[in-house]
């Protein structure tokens, strides 16, 4: 049975960080792609991160240089540390890893 879950979401002021984890089980983690997603209220859920079986990294542009997508394959689990958040990065966020998905994890940027 393949399960992810996701973990460290929460309310952080702008410019303040937060560590998103996913972990999996179930699944043969090192080989498949990578991805976090976020859904914001009233809007389609859209790719924020990838992270490749050979370690390629490819972020959307609202996110690039703030946010880092990384793995533990040791731990099957999938991290997006989130820095100098902005009030838009509020979304719920998903993890997936092939071809399925966490339950989400809310993340509010709000002073």
């Known amino acids: 049975q393949v399960q992810l879950v996701e973990s460290g979401g929460g309310l952080a002021q702008p410019g303040g960080s937060l560590r998103l984890s996913c972990a999996t089980s179930?699944?043969?983690?090192?080989?498949?792609?990578k991805a976090w997603y976020r859904q914001a209220p009233g809007k389609q859920r859209e790719l924020v991160a990838t992270?490749?079986?050979?370690?390629?990294?490819n972020y959307a542009a609202s996110v690039r240089g703030r946010f880092t997508i990384s793995t533990d394959n040791a731990k099957n689990t999938v991290y997006l540390q989130m820095n100098s958040l902005k009030p838009e990065d509020t979304a719920v966020y998903y993890c997936?890893?092939?071809?399925?998905w966490g339950q989400g994890t809310q993340v509010t940027v709000s002073s």
């Open positions: 179930g699944i043969i983690f090192s080989i498949y792609v």
């Open positions: 992270f490749t079986s050979g370690g390629t990294t």
């Open positions: 997936s890893v092939g071809g399925s």
